[in-house]
């Protein structure tokens, strides 16, 4: 399709896009904030390196939502002006699934300490 055919989307459809976008970076900053706060005080036990693999977890979490985010947004933006259906993305289910293993092991450490 060219650049003649394509067409410039609702502009609720665009903001809808960009807010979404930025929850995603909401987010992100929140697994940043999570993995640098669970290395520098995270104390389960005696050692230290349950809050430095829970933090490292978060912090790469947080790269990776960062990029699938603007990569969404760049594909969501194209698919509206193309006319074509939004894609499915895998971003939530992968931020759920962080989440829960990264609270179980916290919640695990917690209870044998």
Do not use: H, K
């Not at 006319?83 to 179980?104: D, E, H, N």
Request: glycine residues 10%; aromatic residues 8%.
């Amino acid at each position: 399709m060219t650049e003649e055919q394509q067409q410039e989307p609702d502009y609720r459809f665009t903001l809808a896009n960009e807010r979404t976008y930025l929850a995603y970076l909401r987010t992100s900053l929140t697994c940043y904030a999570g993995g640098l706060s669970a290395v520098q005080f995270l104390n389960l036990g005696g050692e230290r390196w349950p809050g430095r693999v829970i933090g490292i977890v978060l912090v790469a979490t947080g790269i990776i939502t960062t990029l699938g985010a603007f990569r969404r947004w760049q594909v969501n933006l194209s698919a509206m002006r193309l006319g074509a259906r939004l894609p499915v993305t895998r971003i939530p289910l992968m931020l759920a699934a962080t989440i829960a293993v990264v609270g179980l092991i916290g919640l695990l450490f917690s209870l044998l300490r």
